[in-house]
């Protein structure tokens, strides 16, 4: 008679502390789904930011001396720094949005954010590298295609675009942490591989 009540004084206890262990996890990945969410939203908030600065001081770039005028309409890639900010910029006032509002996270969204930050962290990308080559020829010059520097002359030019071309590549750094945050919560919810079934077929295959 004892030893059954033993036995099930220990079922009991067994049921109870994993029924305590699933509760445990599960606030563990709320708290640290909250956390993530947080995060998020903050690095998104601050993209807009970035973005915006760097499209202001770009818009806003333009210089008249004794040596002619100059302005950031003259040449394509600043035009296309100009668009690629204000696209991102938009993109994460509206995915901040979403992402601040506390619900579960469904896969076709996953899905989307993950496609749709690769796609803008690949656009601001190309943006920084395209001024970055157009300010070092406009500071340095290329002799084989007797292009002179052009900062000598504008130089408060030059030091706009500096301004705008570093915001720019801090939004890269930022886009690049959000696109490891979406894969994250995409990839996480597929299970791993059952290392049960893999050993079976192992199993089968070796005794064949």
């Known amino acids: ?54 499209l202001v001081i770009m818009l806003k770039n333009s210089e008249e001396n004794e040596y002619g005028s100059v302005a950031y309409s003259d040449l394509g ?33 996953a899905w989307a954010f993950f496609l749709l930050d690769q796609v803008l962290t690949y656009i601001i990308l190309a943006a920084g590298a395209v001024l970055s080559e157009v300010l070092y020829l406009a500071e340095k010059g290329l002799a084989t295609a007797a292009w002179s520097s052009v900062c000598g002359s504008f130089g408060s030019f030059c030091h706009r675009i500096k301004a705008s071309l570093a915001i720019t590549f801090v939004a890269v750094i930022c886009y690049i942490l959000l696109s490891l945050i979406s894969s994250y919560r995409l990839f996480s919810k597929y299970d791993a591989p059952s290392q049960v079934n893999n050993s079976n077929k192992d199993i089968a295959a070796f005794n064949g």
């Open 77 to 109: 890639a600043f035009r296309y720094l100009v668009h690629a900010n204000g696209i991102c910029a938009g993109y994460s006032l509206f995915s901040a949005f979403i992402v601040a509002m506390p619900r579960p996270s469904s896969m076709p969204r």
């Open 1 to 54: 008679m004892d030893k059954g009540i033993g036995v099930e004084l220990a079922a009991t206890r067994s049921s109870f502390d994993m029924r305590n262990s699933v509760v445990d996890d599960d606030e563990d990945l709320e708290c640290k789904d909250s956390f993530l969410r947080i995060v998020e939203t903050f690095l998104r908030l601050f993209t807009i930011g970035l973005c915006v600065t760097a």
